[in-house]
């Protein structure tokens, strides 16, 4: 792995936009080079310390998906060298990390599958035994397996801002019939045939989040991150059980400090500035992106 980058600075290129972890950069009018940092957010706030390496396994686990998941959803990728559209200076921030990709009309709808019940869907089954208006069987359990995958949608919210779950009929309002259809039927195919692959591999993923965009003809395209322990719940199978909370790959070791971290001797507020990283925290968070990259593609 390279040197931890918090943020990207190319100069060759006008900078679009800063997410939560991607840097996103202007190429052309039909291009953008994201290049995905190692920053890490935890309860919507920015770590002031980088995960060495985690950019770069993002990015290898989603070109991994989409190269697995490509005959259901075309998606963003041009095909092209991201260290092509850069100086040969800025090459080192960019290689290993960063997809050149389609420029796309981005929908507001985060397409959200769970295949279990875990986190926030777990707490909303226990008082109303629905999960984002689906109603469910009764009897589960924290962690059990629903009897299908349910689609809960949200609302895409701005950086820093804690994205809205929302109905099903709420999509239809903001898209269209068809089209919030459409991201439904495909959002669950995709999820279905991802866990089939990951569970050879010995990983339930118990939940995801996906994000689309329209091309220049309206044709869907599945598009940023897809399947990382940033935007699924990794469970290592081995240490599953219904009825509590399995250890995972994603960045639930960061949380859990984070509930016991305190900023000038108060307990932290998960307001920013976030509190400072010990190394071993880094150390194991890093550790635990790199188990799951390294599962995946045995």
Known sequence: MTNALHTSSLTSLPLLAR???????????DR??????????????????????????????????FDKLGHLCPNHLTGQAPESVVTPAEV????????????LKPIPVEAVVRGYLAGSGWAEYKTSQSVC????????????????????PAAKAEVGEH??????????????????TRI???SIAIYKAASEIA?????????????????????????????????SRYWPVEGYKVGANPPSYDKQFLRDWLETATVDGKPWGKTAPAPKLPQDVIEKTAA???????????
């Open 19 to 29: 997410g939560k972890v991607r840097d996103n950069y202007a190429v052309g009018e």
């Open 32 to 65: 953008i080079l994201m290049v995905a940092s190692d920053r890490i957010s935890a309860f919507d706030v920015i770590m002031g310390e980088p995960i060495p390496g985690k950019g770069e396994l993002l990015t290898q686990m989603t070109l991994f998906w």
């Open 92 to 103: 080192p921030q960019v290689k290993g990390r960063a997809m050149l990709v389609k420029r």
């Open 133 to 152: 208006g689906v109603q469910l069987p009764p009897g589960l359990q924290n962690a059990s397996k629903l009897p299908e995958p349910i689609y809960t």
């Open 163 to 180: 994205d809205e779950n929302i109905t099903f009929e709420k999509t239809v309002q903001m898209i269209g019939l068809d089209l919030a």
């Open 184 to 186: 439904r039927d495909i």
């Open 199 to 231: 569970l050879k591999k010995g990983i339930i993923i118990a939940d995801t989040k996906f994000e689309f965009g329209l091309d220049k003809d309206g044709s869907l395209v599945l598009m940023d991150e897809v399947l990382t322990p940033d935007s």
């Open 288 to 298: 635990k992106y790199r188990e799951a990259l390294t599962r995946l593609t045995a």
